[in-house]
């Protein structure tokens, strides 16, 4: 098992930047790449980003250029810093983590979520 604690959500303004961070504990040898999702009310969860243990990132579309998703292997921690939030950004924001065979990352693993408004 593989336990993921969020932190880092809160209240941001339109145009500031927040940075969330995610710690792995547990099994961590069953892993090999983790991400971020984002679910707003009413709608999806959707891909924000994801990053394998060799560094190889994938952003969603409605993030691309406004967000960078990193990792510290050595500590087990995945890190999102978002800049430039709009208030469509608002979301609950579920950190995963999951085994990537090379052409597709099969989540196993969740968070709790953290919540990120974005608002004047």
């Known amino acids: 098992q593989v336990q993921l604690v969020e932190s880092g959500g809160g209240l941001v303004q339109p145009g500031g930047s927040l940075r969330l961070s995610c710690a792995a504990s547990?099994?961590?040898?069953?892993?090999?790449?983790m991400g971020w999702y984002r679910q707003a009310p009413g709608k999806g969860r959707g891909l924000v980003a994801q990053?394998?243990?060799?560094?190889?990132?994938n952003y969603g579309s409605p993030v691309k250029g406004r967000v960078i998703i990193s990792r510290d292997n050595a500590k087990n921690t995945v890190y999102l810093q978002m800049n430039d939030l709009k208030p469509e950004d608002t979301a609950v924001y579920y950190c995963s983590a999951g085994r990537y065979d090379g052409n597709f990352i099969q989540w196993d693993y969740w968070g709790q979520g953290t919540q990120v408004t974005v608002s004047s």
């Open positions: 990053i394998t243990d060799s560094g190889i990132a």
């Open positions: 547990g099994t961590i040898s069953s892993i090999n790449a």
